[in-house]
T-cell receptor, first 110, second 114 residues
Framework: QKEVEQNSGPLSVPEGAIASLNCTYSDRGSQSFFWYRQYSGKSPELIMSIYSNGDKEDGRFTAQLNKASQYVSLLIRDSQPSDSATYLCAVIGTASKLTFGTGTRLQVTL | GAGVSQSPRYKVAKRGQDVALRCDPISGHVSLFWYQQALGQGPEFLTYFQNEAQLDKSGLPSDRFFAERPEGSVSTLKIQRTQQEDSAVYLC????????????FGPGTRLTVL
């Protein structure tokens, strides 16, 4: 079992729709959770961090964390073509290392 | 500086050659990380420094990989006797002193071993 699992996609959503990206993790002691966006050929950039159960909103982005279910999600409202990228879920577990999933490729279509 | 910088951006090496990849972190960041990202995968942790101390090198795939940060600022990742499976993007990230601090990534070095 991979430590951080994501569906590789591609996830295709029309412009203006909500994109929902999901991630599960195996280390129950994990405390810190991150979503990074990576455009093709570029380096990852942080979108959201979340540490407590519940929702955290920042502009069009909402991160959701459920530690009991070991589940993290990212919602992107009013999706734009510029949101088309790979979204990486990352977790700091008990080994104190940032562990990434393989990423979900999002395509926002016109 | 404005962000994390890495050089070279691209490196082509013949199998068996040694390579050295450089990372210049954000000024004042005490933590520095190296990751390896294969095509279609997420970054994989290689090693971590806090200032000049290498606190975790558990992700280095073999003894051909060596990293240093002698003055607690610039870091170099060295790969000896490169193999084709070493072909990947090598990412450097820096952050504040806490492991939960946001890591800021450099543009990466794309290594191709022929």
């Amino acid at each position: 079992q991979k430590e951080v699992e994501q569906n590789s996609g591609p996830l295709s959503v029309p412009e203006g729709a909500i994109a929902s990206l999901n991630c599960t993790y195996s280390d129950r002691g994990s405390q810190s959770f991150f979503w990074y966006r990576q455009y093709s050929g570029k380096s990852p950039e942080l979108i959201m961090s979340i540490y407590s159960n519940g929702d955290k909103e920042d502009g069009r982005f909402t991160a959701q964390l459920n530690k009991a279910s070991q589940y993290v999600s990212l919602l992107i409202r009013d999706s734009q073509p510029s949101d088309s990228a790979t979204y990486l879920c990352a977790v700091i577990g008990t080994a104190s290392k940032l562990t990434f999933g393989t990423g979900t490729r999002l395509q926002v279509t016109l | 500086g404005a962000g994390v910088s890495q050089s070279p951006r691209y490196k082509v090496a013949k199998r068996g050659q040694d390579v050295a990849l450089r990372c210049d972190p954000i000024s004042g960041h005490v933590s520095l990380f190296w990751y390896q990202q294969a095509l279609g995968q997420g970054p994989e942790f290689l090693t971590y420094f806090q200032n000049e101390a290498q606190l975790d090198k558990s992700g280095l795939p073999s003894d051909r990989f060596f990293a240093e940060r002698p003055e607690g600022s610039v870091s170099t990742l060295k790969i000896q006797r490169t193999q084709q499976e070493d072909s990947a993007v090598y990412l450097c990230a820096s952050s504040g002193p806490q492991l939960t601090d946001t890591q800021y990534f450099g543009p990466g070095t794309r290594l191709t071993v022929l």
